[in-house]
């Protein structure tokens, strides 16, 4: 049974920085995609970030230059550095992950519980 568990979520300053890190377990597929999504009160979710299981990334046009995705595949770690953070940034961030390549637009299978970030101004 895949479980995903977010961890890291705080209140922080405008410009400042956060490491969100999700902790996998149950996930030895070969080939995968892990990812992050965030929602922030009233508004739809959005995709922030993904990596493969080939190392490839993907970040939304709204993070781009600021946050940075990465992985430990060694202790099936998934992390999440963010830097310059805005009040927009303010959100539930959820870790997620299918087991196949990441793909624009395909759906992750498996989620986390979330772990909520926000920023003040």
């Known amino acids: 049974q895949v479980q995903l568990q977010e961890s890291g979520g705080a209140s922080v300053q405008s410009g400042g920085s956060l490491r969100l890190s999700c902790a996998t377990s149950?996930?030895?597929?070969?080939?995968?995609?892990l990812g992050w999504f965030r929602q922030a009160p009233g508004k739809e979710r959005e995709g922030v970030a993904t990596?493969?299981?080939?190392?490839?990334?993907i970040y939304a046009d709204s993070v781009k230059g600021r946050f940075s995705i990465s992985q430990d595949k060694a202790e099936k770690t998934l992390y999440l550095q963010m830097s310059s953070l805005k009040p927009e940034d303010t959100a539930m961030y959820y870790c997620?992950?299918?087991?196949?390549?990441?793909?624009?637009?395909?759906?992750?299978?498996?989620w986390g519980k979330g772990t909520l970030v926000t920023v003040s101004s």
């Open positions: 149950g996930y030895s597929f070969s080939s995968y995609c």
């Open positions: 990596i493969d299981s080939d190392g490839s990334t």
């Open positions: 997620a992950a299918r087991p196949i390549v990441c793909l624009e637009g395909h759906g992750m299978d498996y």
